[in-house]
Nanobody
Framework: QVQLVESGGGLVQAGGSLRLSCTTSGISFSGYIMDWYRQAPGRQRELVARITVDGSRNYMDSVKGRFTISRDNNQKKVDLQMNSLKPEDTGVYYC?????????WGQGTQVTVSS
């Protein structure tokens, strides 16, 4: 049974930081591309950051220089360090594990940034 569980969300003031974690089970973690997505109210889910099997990282333009994605293959988890948070970063953050045509999702964690 595949499980992805996000944690670390919450309410923070603009300029603050949060660290999200996504722990996984039931997958061969080291072989999966890991993504963080977010969905703001009334908007489509968007890809925030990606880390590939070999550790390459990609970010959406609006978070470059503020967010850092990292993975720990031993602990089978992926983190998203979010600094200098802005109100527009508010949304539900989801992690996703991707391999070939298979994609698994977590249940999401709410991040709210107040101005």
């Amino acid at each position: 049974q595949v499980q992805l569980v996000e944690s670390g969300g919450g309410l923070v003031q603009a300029g603050g930081s949060l660290r999200l974690s996504c722990t996984t089970s039931g997958i061969s973690f080291s072989g999966y591309i890991m993504d963080w997505y977010r969905q703001a109210p009334g908007r489509q889910r968007e890809l925030v950051a990606r880390i590939t099997v070999d550790g390459s990282r990609n970010y959406m333009d609006s978070v470059k220089g503020r967010f850092t994605i990292s993975r720990d293959n031993n602990q089978k988890k992926v983190d998203l360090q979010m600094n200098s948070l802005k109100p527009e970063d508010t949304g539900v953050y989801y992690c996703a594990a991707r391999y070939d045509r298979y994609v698994y999702w977590g249940q999401g964690t709410q991040v709210t940034v107040s101005s």
